[in-house]
């Protein structure tokens, strides 16, 4: 299994640009998918960003395309969400999940490991 650890998050002015990282110990990193996550209060889990595991192919939501962008380090077994034009609607806590798949995925039932979250938070 994999352990998932996720830190950068914090306040930001509206329009601001922030880094998350997800450090993963344990099985190699690179046998794994990855997304990215969050959920903000009194709302599901949904889906931000998804990379393959060789980082050729990543998927985003709607709501964040042209504006996030996800990445991975397989050398140093680290995942990243660059966040640019943060808004307050993208305030919630973000999650890096691992997926055994090979693609992708989009559907958070998919990941079975997950890390703690970061707190993200965009004052208008």
């Known amino acids: 299994q994999v352990q998932l650890v996720e830190s950068g998050g914090r306040l930001v002015q509206a329009g601001g640009s922030l880094r998350l990282s997800c450090a993963a110990s344990?099985?190699?990193?690179?046998?794994?998918?990855m997304g990215w996550f969050r959920q903000a209060p009194g709302k599901e889990r949904e889906f931000v960003a998804g990379?393959?595991?060789?980082?050729?192919?990543?998927r985003y939501a709607d709501s964040v395309k042209g504006r996030f962008t996800i990445s991975r380090d397989n050398a140093k077994d680290t995942l990243y969400l660059q966040m640019n034009s943060l808004n307050p609607e993208d305030t919630a806590v973000y999650s890096c999940?691992?997926?055994?798949?090979?693609?992708?995925?989009?559907?958070?039932?998919?990941?079975?490991?997950w890390g703690q979250g970061t707190q993200v938070t965009a004052s208008s």
């Open positions: 999940a691992a997926s055994s798949t090979t693609a992708a995925p989009i559907s958070r039932h998919v990941y079975s490991y």
């Open positions: 344990g099985r190699t990193f690179s046998s794994y998918a």
């Open positions: 990379i393959n595991r060789s980082g050729g192919i990543t």
